[in-house]
Structures are given as C-alpha cells and as structure tokens.
C-alpha cells in the first residue's frame, strides 16, 4: 500500500462527502427560504435570518455556519453577520436568474430517498420505472433543466435549418417526454403565433406542467396530453426530446414514430447531454461525467431497462450513438447544429 496515494484518496472522499452534505444544505436553504431572506439585503445576524423565515435561531446560525464555510454565503467576522453575493443571489435565491441551480438539488435527494428501490434494481432486473421515484425527482429534474432552457433554447432553435421562420408564422410543435412543461412553456413563450403540444406518460407530470403553463400566461397557445412518446396523434412541423430519448426503451423505435409524424418538411430536435464518444476520453475528460454516468445508473437506464426492448442507452451515449439510433430510425438528414458544456443539439430530417 502507498501511504501517500491512500492519503490523496481520502482527501478526494472527503471532498465528495463535503459536497453531498452541501447539497443536502442548499436543499434546505430553498425549501426554507433562507437564501431569499439573505438576498438584496445586505449583511444580516443570523438571528434576523431566523425572524424572517420563522426558523430555529440556533439551526439557523449552524446552517449559515456550514454554508460560509462552503464559500456559498458571505461572512463578516467583525459585524458577525452574513451575506449573499450577487452571484450567489443568481445561483441560489433568484428563481428567475439563468443561474439558479439550488431547486434542482431535490434530484439528489430522490436518490437517497428511493435507496431501496434502486438497490432492488441493481440486483434484479435492473428495472425501476420513472413513476415510481419519489416525487421530489419530478421537482428537482424540472429544476435542474428549466434555468438552461430558458437562457439556451431559443438558441438552439435558431440553430436549425428554417426552424424559427416556421415558428414565428405559426408552427405546430410537439414537445415529447416533456415533464412539467418547463421546455414547452419557454417554446410557446418566444413563438407566440406557434401551437405546442407536451407528452409525457407520467400523468401527475402532466397536471403540474398545465399549471405552469397557466403561470406564465401560456395556457391558451399549450396543449399536455398523457400518452407515450409511440401513442400521440397529429402531424408537426417540430418534433422535440429534451433530455429524455436516452431515458426511453426503444429510442430507435420512438424516433421512427416521431419521423412519421412529421409534416412535409418537418424537423426532430434532439437535445441529449453531452459526452464525448469514446468511454475513456469521456471518463477522463468530461466534467460533468461523474455526475451524469451516477444519475443515469439510478435515473435514466433504469427506466429505460423497466420498457420494452430496454436499450438502455443512458445519459452519456455521446453523438455517434445517438446519430446510430438516428440512421436506424431512417432519418436521411442528421447533424450537430449546436453544443454547449451540458448538451448536444442535434438536428433530423426524414
């Protein structure tokens, strides 16, 4: 054994415990309102942050304690009081920002939450449906993609061929896998003139993205029926999957189904997260690697392997599969129209 490489190992588990217990922390501050007490006011002690979330004093004090010690929250020794800073306000208070990340963290909490499903899948037959997760999942996932939406879509949108000229005149879009509506919603929001239809086979899914689309003035321009993404109706002239394909079963199959129900001349957008092609460079070289291949082991292949044909694609396929998937469905067109750090946009054409 060498002392110096275990010493180093540990080091690096100390640090993946630190962020699991920080995570749990900015779960908390949200679900308590303790970053919006801290932001836009300045300095506050940490007995005025209780007053006005009507917290513990005590708790409050050693949240607050854990969260400057994780350099989330500001701490004036001299004044004893603490603060957010403007990018911190972004991160974790604002809901608005296109920074705001601290909701999401109630995808991490499902995972410890739903320990005993996942563990009876991995040593079964690796199945456990997305309806059976503990509801913050539903929350935390709608959360983790909404702020990227917001401040990327209309981009990638703009990236493919023809696309916006057809939404501004008036498009039908449909919008499959949709959860709560997040991604529909910025589409009806930015093409006003375009109808958008949102599936997705999780019926409590479906109610909460009604609901947000009535919260942001959309209701009249959405539709959200329940059916999967090989039972919906109408013909479109922009297919979307945002983060899901590489949930489903059979995603050649759903990508065929979603070729012959394209109007002439209509386009799928595929949005999957981005990974390299080759497993090793991905491994070594991805960032968000560790994170994604973890969430897709208890998340997204489970739920894959629980439908028919159970691919199991999982959340780091990389675009060579994924153009794979694409040739077998039959589409003639394929191509990368934009990247960023998180996702891969791809365009396809019948």
Request: aromatic share 8%; glycine share 10%; proline share 4%.
């Amino acid at each position: 054994m060498d002392d110096a490489k275990l010493g180093e190992f540990m080091g690096s588990m100390v640090g993946h415990m630190t962020g699991g217990a920080v995570c749990f922390g900015v779960l908390l501050g949200d679900e308590l309102g303790l970053y919006r007490a801290l932001a836009g006011t300045g300095e506050r002690s940490a007995d005025e942050v209780a007053a006005a979330t009507g917290c513990n004093p005590r708790l409050v004090r050693e949240w607050l304690d854990g969260q400057a010690a994780a350099r989330l929250v500001d701490y004036d020794a001299t004044s004893d009081t603490y603060a957010l800073s403007p990018e911190a306000n972004l991160a974790l208070a604002d809901e608005t920002s296109p920074a705001f990340v601290a909701r999401a963290m109630n995808a991490f909490g499902s995972m410890f939450i739903d320990l005993e499903k996942i563990t009876t899948a991995f040593r079964g037959d690796g199945a456990l449906s997305w309806g059976e997760h503990h509801p913050c999942l539903f929350s935390g996932t709608e959360w983790f993609f909404r702020t990227g939406y917001r401040a990327e879509l209309p981009g990638w949108i703009a990236a493919l061929d023809g696309v916006v000229d057809k939404l501004e005149a008036g498009a039908s879009v449909a919008d499959i896998g949709c959860g709560h509506g997040a991604s529909a919603v910025v589409i009806a929001q930015t093409y006003p003139n375009s109808r958008v239809t949102g599936f997705d086979f999780h019926a409590p899914s479906i109610a909460t993205a009604r609901d947000r689309a009535a919260e942001a003035g959309v209701a009249a321009q959405t539709t959200f029926e329940v059916a999967d993404a090989t039972s919906y109706t109408g013909s479109y002239d922009l297919i979307c999957f945002f983060d899901c394909l590489h949930d489903m079963g059979d995603p050649v199959g759903i990508a065929r189904y979603a070729r012959e129900h394209l109007a002439p001349g209509g386009t799928v957008l595929l949005c999957e997260p981005f990974a390299l092609d080759d497993r090793p460079t991905n491994i070594a070289e991805n960032p968000m690697a560790a994170l994604l291949y973890t969430a897709s082991s208890v998340i997204c292949t489970p739920n894959s392997l629980s439908q028919d044909v159970g691919l199991g694609l999982g959340a780091q396929a990389g675009e060579a599969r994924l153009r794979d998937v694409l040739d077998q469905a039959g589409y003639t067109h394929v191509r990368r129209a934009a990247e960023t750090p998180l996702n891969l946009i791809i365009e396809a054409r019948a």
